[in-house]
C-alpha cells in the first residue's frame, strides 16, 4: 500500500485540479477582430476599421452563440453576447462613414485614402438638430473640433458646458445621433 506524506497530497491534489482549471473557456478574441472587420468592412488601422487588435488581456467569458456586432456607433463598435451578458466596445479608425450601413464593398486605395473636406471648424457656431418626423428642436453651440460631413465630433453651449457627441449633416448644422428622420 502506497502513503502520500499530507505534503505530498496537497501537491497531487493541486495537479489534479490544473486540468479543471484549463478547461476554463475564453472568448476567442480573433474571432471578434474578424467580426468587427466583416461588419464595418474594413481592416484594422484602416479608414473606418477597428483603431487596433482587441487587447489580448480581455478575458472574456465563452459566448455559446455568435457574438453580435453593432454600428459604427459615436466611432467604436458594440461586440455583444446576449446569452452571457458582456459587451465590449471596439473604437474604430476615422473617415469610415460609408460602412455606418453595414457591411460594404472594399474600397479601392485611392479613394479611401482622400480626405474629406472640413466643412466645420473648431470654434464655429453650429446648428444643433433633434427630432423625428413629429417634432424637432434646435439649440446653438460651439463645435470643438474640425469636421467633414458624416462625422461625428463634440459641440458644446460654452466654454463650462460639457460636450455632446453630434453629427454633422450640412455646413454649420449638427444632428444628435439617433435621430434620423428630420
Do not use: H, Y
Not at 502513503?3 to 505530498?8: D, S
Not at 488601422?45 to 467569458?61: I, S
Not at 459615436?74 to 473604437?91: E, H, Q, T
Amino acid at each position: 500500500m502506497l502513503r502520500l506524506p499530507a505534503l505530498g497530497l496537497a501537491a497531487f491534489a493541486m495537479m489534479s485540479a490544473a486540468p479543471a482549471l484549463a478547461q476554463q473557456k475564453f472568448e476567442n478574441l480573433d474571432r471578434i477582430d474578424s467580426l468587427v472587420a466583416m461588419t464595418v468592412g474594413a481592416n484594422p488601422g484602416e479608414p473606418g476599421g477597428p483603431a487596433a487588435p482587441v487587447d489580448r488581456r480581455l478575458k472574456l467569458a465563452a459566448c455559446p452563440t455568435m457574438p453580435s456586432v453593432e454600428g459604427p456607433v459615436f466611432g467604436a463598435a458594440m461586440v455583444k453576447c446576449d446569452a452571457l451578458g458582456w459587451r465590449i466596445r471596439v473604437p474604430l479608425v476615422p473617415g469610415g462613414a460609408a460602412a455606418a450601413s453595414g457591411p460594404v464593398a472594399r474600397q479601392t486605395v485611392a479613394a479611401r485614402v482622400q480626405p474629406k473636406e472640413a466643412v466645420v471648424k473648431r470654434g464655429d457656431p453650429v446648428q444643433l438638430m433633434a427630432g423625428n418626423a413629429l417634432f424637432s428642436v434646435s439649440r446653438m453651440m460651439i463645435a470643438d473640433e474640425d469636421g467633414a460631413i458624416g462625422e461625428t465630433i463634440r459641440v458644446r453651449e460654452d466654454k463650462r458646458s460639457s460636450p455632446i457627441l453630434a453629427q454633422i449633416v450640412d455646413m454649420g448644422m449638427v444632428r444628435v445621433p439617433g435621430f434620423n428622420d428630420f
